[in-house]
């Protein structure tokens, strides 16, 4: 069974950075798309990136040119650089993972972390 791991979440002051990680487990199989998704309460859940198999990258458009995705598709692993924090970016982070397959998707989620951005 597939189990996504987040970590690196916690409380940053504004302009400050953290790096969130997220490791699957439970598989030796690959992921077609790795990333972030966060959600506010009472709000839906929104992408923050995404990164595929080919590296190409997805971001949403608040995060662009402060948040940086990469994965590591060998050890099945996303990480989320974020830098210039907001206090707007305060919320709880998902890791998120998608296989596909011809006329099935299959997505597995983590737990989330929370970011806190506050001086």
């Known amino acids: 069974q597939v189990h996504l791991a987040e970590s690196g979440g916690g409380l940053v002051q504004p302009g400050g950075s953290l790096r969130l990680s997220c490791v699957a487990s439970?598989?030796?199989?690959?992921?077609?798309?790795m990333g972030w998704y966060r959600q506010a309460p009472g709000k839906q859940r929104e992408l923050v990136a995404t990164?595929?198999?080919?590296?190409?990258?997805n971001y949403e458009n608040s995060v662009k040119g402060r948040f940086t995705i990469s994965r590591d598709n060998a050890k099945n692993t996303v990480h989320l650089q974020m830098n210039s924090l907001k206090p707007e970016d305060t919320t709880v982070y998902y890791c998120?993972?998608?296989?596909?397959?011809?006329?099935?998707?299959?997505?597995?989620w983590g737990q989330g972390t929370q970011v806190t951005v506050s001086s």
């Open positions: 998120y993972a998608s296989r596909r397959r011809p006329g099935v998707r299959f997505d597995y």
């Open positions: 990164v595929d198999s080919g590296a190409n990258t």
């Open positions: 439970g598989t030796t199989l690959s992921f077609d798309v």
